[in-house]
């Protein structure tokens, strides 16, 4: 079965600096997507990243990027410029895009911006 | 964008009662979802629905059961409510494959506990 390891419950980071989210997976497969969504205490699921795992360009959203190293299965979050709005819990996913194509997910990190 | 509405934000509901969370999703997705969400453990998957009556249990579907009869409705029932059902239950719906969007849009969670 897929794993998604986020060996990081907790993380902080001062305003304006750049942080890094680890994400180690595990999967046989080779037809998948990453996922990196942020949960702000409102509880709303966002998607911040996504990462097709064909494409060997690392994904890039504004002031997130993703590190994407297929043969290692790991997908690291790294956001720069932090700000207090980036402050949430942070989930890493998976998908196989073959059978179900169920999420799994990381157990999460919480990140903290101090000012 | 894909919009997917839970229709109650809280509840309290008594040990042994029938519990329905309802969610609605407006972009006629063949998948639902609904997950559980408890600290430390991430998000785990309960049911899924890929097509209109039909279901298939997930990582941790006892206690549980689902109704799809209509496309854009899904919902989790708690035949006889428990407290170790005190939890936060978010549902997703996903965005066909080969889509330049792919992924899962999810509601903004049921908070639901049992006394």
């Known amino acids: 079965a897929q794993t998604v390891t986020q060996s990081q419950p907790e993380m902080s980071v001062q305003e304006a600096e750049t942080v890094t989210l680890s994400c180690t997976y595990d999967?046989?497969?080779?037809?998948?997507?990453l996922f990196w969504y942020k949960q702000p205490p409102s509880r709303q699921m966002i998607l911040v990243i996504r990462?097709?795992?064909?494409?060997?360009q690392n994904a890039t959203e504004n002031r997130f990027s993703v590190n994407f190293q297929k043969a290692a299965k790991s997908f690291s979050l790294k956001i720069s410029d932090s700000q207090l709005g980036d402050a949430a819990m942070y989930f890493c996913?998976?998908?196989?895009?073959?059978?179900?194509?169920?999420?799994?997910f990381g157990k999460g990190t919480k990140l903290t911006v101090n000012p | 964008d894909v919009k997917v509405t839970q229709s109650s934000r809280y509840l309290v509901k008594r040990t042994g009662e029938k519990v329905f969370l309802e969610c609605v999703q407006d972009?006629?997705?063949?998948?639902m979802f609904w997950y559980r969400q408890d600290p430390g453990l991430g998000l785990r998957l309960i049911y899924f629905s890929y097509d209109v009556k039909m279901k298939e249990k997930g990582d941790i579907p006892e206690g549980y059961s689902v109704s799809r009869e209509k496309k854009e409705r899904f919902s989790l029932i708690l035949e006889s409510a428990s407290t170790n059902q005190t939890s936060m239950y978010l549902c997703a719906s996903r965005t066909p494959g080969g889509r330049a969007n792919y992924g899962y849009t999810f509601g903004s969670g049921t908070r639901l506990t049992v006394v």
């Open positions: 990462q097709e795992a064909y494409k060997q």
């Open positions: 972009m006629d997705h063949e998948n």
């Open positions: 999967t046989s497969e080779s037809d998948y997507y």
């Open positions: 996913a998976y998908i196989s895009r073959g059978g179900s194509e169920k999420l799994v």
